[in-house]
T-cell receptor, first 117, second 114 residues
Framework: GAVVSQHPSRVICKSGTSVKIECRSL??????MFWYRQFPKQSLMLMAT?????????EQGVEKDKFLINHASLTLSTLTVTSAHPEDSSFYIC?????????????FGPGTRLLVL | DAKTTQPPSMDCAEGRAANLPCNHS???????VYWYRQIHSQGPQYIIH???NNETNEMASLIITEDRKSSTLILPHATLRDTAVYYC???????????????FGGGTRLMVKP
């Protein structure tokens, strides 16, 4: 399978600060990456679709000015949680698509656990 | 969007086959069935996917019924490390050329017991 990495794996920050999470596809290029959020004992919820070279597409209810997404290259997408608050504490997971449309597969990163104090 | 229905939890004895069912009665003809699993505190792991035919790889087998309204993921010899939440997902196709996102349901929590 393909490899997707995330950095950092765990971060603790103070309320009001910003946190950047990186997602990298290590052995393939990904024009599309996705960012998910998962609260304890819940399933993954899609936050946004990250498109290389263009603006991200956000799901309903996700604030684009709070969750800044940049997909500057075919192997890197970043999610910045701006002015983080305790309710933003969650498990953030990215995924990247490998393959041609119709037979593609999404590969997920290991996740980043964010704790906002 | 084709929705999927899975039992919330299942138990399986170590060394036995684990058969995880999934219903997707509203699936469209060009939608694939994907299976992922998520071990606690990790990102989801791709297992297998299929369209019409049964599929097998080093991890599992996927059996899709002829009418495609349901499928079964088979782990032939379950181990303790297979304890995880298993998600059956029918891929949603979007028209904005942004790629195909996955919608996660509740999944099945498989507990492999010694």
């Amino acid at each position: 399978g393909a490899v997707v990495s995330q950095h950092p794996s765990r971060v603790i920050c103070k309320s009001g600060t910003s946190v950047k999470i990186e997602c990298r596809s290590l052995d393939f290029q990904a024009t599309t990456m996705f960012w998910y959020r998962q609260f304890p004992k819940q399933s993954l919820m899609l936050m946004a679709t990250s498109n290389e070279g263009s603006k991200a597409t956000y799901e309903q209810g996700v604030e684009k000015d709070k969750f800044l997404i940049n997909h500057a290259s075919l192997t890197l997408s970043t999610l910045t949680v701006t002015s983080a608050h305790p309710e933003d504490s969650s498990f953030y997971i990215c995924s990247a698509i490998k393959g041609n449309r119709g037979v593609e597969t999404q590969y997920f990163g290991p996740g980043t656990r964010l704790l906002v104090l | 969007d084709a929705k999927t229905t899975q039992p919330p939890s299942m138990d399986c004895a170590e060394g036995r086959a684990a058969n995880l069912p999934c219903n997707h009665s509203t699936i469209s003809g060009n939608e694939y069935v994907y299976w992922y699993r998520q071990i606690h505190s990790q990102g989801p792991q791709y297992i297998i996917h299929g369209l019409k035919n049964n599929e097998t790889n080093e991890m599992a087998s996927l059996i899709i019924t002829e009418d495609r309204k349901s499928s079964t993921l088979i782990l032939p010899h379950a181990t303790l490390r297979d304890t995880a939440v298993y998600y059956c997902i029918v891929r949603v196709v979007r028209n904005n050329n942004a790629g195909n996102m996955l919608t996660f349901g509740g999944g099945t929590r498989l507990m492999v017991k010694p």
